[in-house]
């Protein structure tokens, strides 16, 4: 019985996959810190953000936007 494209389609996608996890090197323990540490960071900043992009009242937003600035100052040293 013949295969649908669907399915090879997908079986593709799966080698694909497969194939860029092998050719990455696995990361020390110090490595995978520094990119989960970055990673929360990018996070919270895009939290930050869209919290200021619907903050109304201006004590608010001027928390935020020190909030902004400092994750930005992290990011800057951490990278």
Do not use: C, N, W
């Not at 295969?3 to 490595?31: I, N, W």
């Not at 960071?41 to 004590?59: G, H, Q, T, Y």
């Amino acid at each position: 019985m013949a295969r649908g494209f669907e399915s090879k389609d997908v079986e593709y996608q799966q080698a694909e996959a497969a194939r860029e996890r092998a050719g990455k090197r696995a990361l020390d323990p110090v490595e995978r810190e520094d990119a989960a540490r970055r990673r929360s960071i990018e996070l919270a900043l895009a939290r930050s953000r869209s919290d200021l992009a619907a903050a109304s009242s201006p004590a608010h937003r001027h928390m935020l936007e020190q909030a902004i600035a400092e994750l930005e100052r992290q990011l800057t040293t951490h990278a």
